[in-house]
């Protein structure tokens, strides 16, 4: 089962294409690892019988194993291209995880736009405040560690 966060696509077996669906995970899909490689999550899958357009809406997945009481949660996904099939009877769709964005943020101007010195627990909640991410309430080992600008940055886009 497959629902937008606006509740207004629910996306079951009857509307998956021939059971067309794609999950794919890594953390580097390179031949060779690399250390701090990570790759946001991909689902892909087409769709019939729904003609709303779901482009930039959240969408969250579940499957219910054959004999599971209830379903599992395999994330959450950005819908980022949404394009009907050459016979307009289907829709593809591939939607990345909050990752994504993260991946090809310019984080210029976020950066420029803190005040240092500061503990690295504000740093990391205005990062993922930032990107709209929900964090678990945690306390890290280095959380009161104080942060410096040591570097100044300016956009890669232009």
């Known amino acids: 089962v497959m629902a937008t966060d606006d509740g207004k696509t629910n996306i079951t077996n009857t509307e998956l294409h021939q059971e067309k669906f794609e999950l794919t995970e890594?953390?580097?899909?390179?031949?060779?690892?690399?250390?701090?490689?990570?790759?946001a999550s991909v689902v892909k899958f087409t769709m019939s019988n729904i003609f709303l357009p779901m482009?930039?809406?959240?969408?969250?997945?579940?499957?219910?194993?054959?004999?599971?009481?209830?379903?599992?949660?395999?994330?959450?996904?950005?819908?980022?291209?949404?394009?009907p099939t050459a016979d307009r009877k289907c829709r593809d769709v591939e939607a990345y995880d909050a990752l994504y964005d993260v991946l090809n943020a310019d984080m210029a101007a976020w950066y420029n736009s803190l005040t240092f010195p500061m503990t690295l627990k504000a740093f990391r909640d205005a990062?993922?405040?930032?990107?709209?991410?929900?964090?678990?309430?945690?306390?890290?080992?280095?959380?009161n560690m104080t942060v410096e600008k040591t570097i100044e940055i300016t956009g890669s886009r232009g």
Do not use: M
């Open 127 to 143: 990062f993922f405040q930032h990107f709209g991410i929900e964090q678990e309430e945690i306390s890290l080992v280095n959380d």
């Open 55 to 83: 482009k930039g809406k959240w969408i969250t997945v579940k499957i219910t194993p054959k004999g599971a009481d209830a379903p599992y949660q395999i994330g959450r996904y950005k819908v980022y291209s949404d394009k």
């Open 26 to 39: 890594s953390l580097c899909s390179e031949d060779e690892l690399q250390v701090g490689a990570c790759e």
